[in-house]
Nanobody, 115 residues
Framework: VQVVESGGGLVQAGGSLRLSCAAS????????MGWYRQAPGKQRELVAY????????NYADSVKGRFIISRDNAKNTMYLQMDSLKPEDTAVYYC?????????WGQGTQVTVSS
């Protein structure tokens, strides 16, 4: 499975960004897709994920009510709509694809929120 993220950038606090993650290859075996982020000097943390079967979604408390995860199954693409962004959301955001054969990660996309 190949994973490619896009959509990061620089935005002012209170602004919005939408991240995309396109998966290709053995996408039939995808169990879930998710977004993680890693800020400088911090561990990588889960932001949100969506289960393939049933579409159940889960969010980190820090982003609930501000971020929305979604997936277009026909395009094997996942999105993260990020609204009301805060400086503490600044990080490299990574797409994760969890399959029966293992985890796959994208190269990451930088999100910078200025105050």
């Amino acid at each position: 499975v190949q994973v490619v993220e896009s959509g990061g950038g620089l935005v002012q606090a209170g602004g919005s960004l939408r991240l995309s993650c396109a998966a290709s290859g053995s996408t039939f075996s995808i169990n879930s897709m998710g977004w993680y982020r890693q800020a400088p000097g911090k561990q990588r943390e889960l932001v949100a994920y969506i289960i393939s079967s049933g579409g159940s979604k889960n969010y980190a408390d820090s982003v609930k009510g501000r971020f929305i995860i979604s997936r277009d199954n026909a395009k094997n693409t996942m999105y993260l709509q990020m609204d009301s962004l805060k400086p503490e959301d600044t990080a490299v955001y990574y797409c994760n694809v969890y399959t029966m054969s293992g985890d796959y990660w994208g190269q990451g996309t930088q999100v910078t929120v200025s105050s």
